[in-house]
């Protein structure tokens, strides 16, 4: 099995790895990349928000579904002592969502032999019904529900059960060709970047104590010094954040 050099690089960001791939003519200086990810990071965190908030279910389904270019970051925001760099969805990556990710084998266990989509559009579809997210008939918390099965039936599968795992055998994006035609990455560079993003860290996590990926992850103002690598100011949403 061929790998990407950037898998096994010794330093502890995950970031300006140059582009390795022979005969690349564009102007790209890095071959990192995995924007798609971090705005399904986005969508997440905003889904949660807007069950809490007892939205309907047409509502949802744009932060599931959709595609929309418009679409605002619900959360992460900027809060006193936080702020962030991004206020749109799009900023992160364009025209990405959450059910094209999701795992679409059959959910054993599960009543009706639903498929993973079809699980998560039934959990909203019960989540529109409540004014926060929870069920007192059921003790169902939807919120919960619907972030803990995605994270396991988007970020886990597409991580470990594809990007891991079919994208690393030899005969599959081959490091000796782009990922996609005129891309900066190879095949195994960006297969390896891909699975980095769903993992949902901070570019330099290493450098982190579990402590300060906790205290970026809630937003606390101890957390913004040790999320601003570059030191700009904010939070980029992209590199710095942890989901």
Known sequence: MVVASSAYASKDVYADYPVT?????????TSVSYGGQMARHA????????????????QMTVYFSGKDAERVIIDPVSKEGFPVKQSL?????????LSEKTYSGTILGFPG???????????LDQASNTATGFDPLTGYDYIQLVSKFAMGAVFYSQAVDNYLDEKLEAGNKPNSRPYKDGAAYTGK???WDEAFGYFGAPAHTLTLTAEDVY????QKPAGLAKADYNGDGVVDLKTEMAY
């Open 189 to 191: 560079e960006h297969a």
């Open 21 to 29: 791939l022979q005969g690349y003519t564009g102007d790209k200086q």
């Open 89 to 97: 969805v799009a900023e992160l990556s364009a025209g990405k969502n």
């Open 43 to 58: 969508l997440h965190n905003s889904l949660k928000k807007i069950i809490a908030k007892g939205a309907d279910a047409e």
């Open 215 to 218: 205290n970026i992850a809630k």
């Open 113 to 123: 032999n639903m498929t993973g989509v079809e699980v998560l559009e039934f959990m």
